[in-house]
């Protein structure tokens, strides 16, 4: 099921097979692909259809070295510690949170070697970002990692960066009123796709009230 050619999964193969590819090859992606990536993304519901979302597109080097550094800060200061201390969540085995953790850590430091970046923004004006802005942009971010995995581009959705939002926007040349909500490294991936580890329905959904189980998730 994994190594099914994208034209012939259908969307919830695809849904289920969207692992967080952070391994990827340096290798040159076609801006056709990238361009059906976009176009997957400005297909997405957003607030009001007022499409406030902006898309980056990076590919200078330089550029994606500066965020790494901050990437990198993150990690240390943070995302390191709190994997090494953390339980494996859900669904998800010891060895398998290790190999993740891992993964992780990889992309941490070969991030700006990932070949594009896709940015993902709102222009938000003089507004402040409220708790639902990210109702507007992040339906495009997940189309646009459907849309890679559909295309055999790895991917993953990364938001390490605004742990030090002001440092790592003014890395990217982001004009005032306009931020940054996930960075999109995409490229081939070096692993193959499979099967999401995720923990069971009846763990998470209830029904009319809080804590009541839903019996239809029963196993």
Not at 16 to 29: E, G, I, Y
Not at 113 to 125: H, K, Q, S, Y
Request: net charge neutral; proline share 8%.
């Amino acid at each position: 099921m994994a190594d099914q050619p994208a034209g012939e999964a259908d969307v919830f193969e695809i849904m289920h097979t969207t692992r967080a590819m952070r391994r990827l090859r340096p290798d040159p992606v076609p801006d056709a692909l990238i361009r059906r990536i976009l176009e997957a993304g400005a297909a997405a519901a957003n607030g009001g259809n007022t499409q406030r979302w902006r898309f980056l597109v990076v590919k200078d080097r330089a550029i994606k070295q500066a965020v790494q550094v901050i990437y990198q800060r993150a990690y240390d200061q943070v995302i390191g510690p709190r994997y090494s201390g953390s339980a494996p969540p859900p669904g998800v085995s010891a060895e398998r949170y290790a190999r993740q953790h891992a993964a992780v850590e990889y992309l941490t430091q070969h991030y700006h070697e990932a070949p594009v970046w896709i940015v993902a923004c709102l222009d938000e004006g003089a507004a402040a970002p409220t708790r639902w802005s990210g109702a507007s942009i992040y339906p495009a971010v997940q189309n646009m990692l459907l849309a890679a995995r559909a295309l055999g581009l790895g991917s993953t959705l990364t938001t390490r960066h605004l742990l030090f939002e002001a440092e790592a926007e003014a890395a990217l040349g982001l004009p005032p009123g306009v931020h940054s909500y996930a960075i999109l490294p995409i490229g081939y991936p070096m692993g193959r796709f499979g099967p999401v580890g995720r923990g069971k329905l009846s763990d998470i959904v209830y029904q009319d009230r809080w804590g009541e189980p839903w019996a239809a998730a029963a196993d």
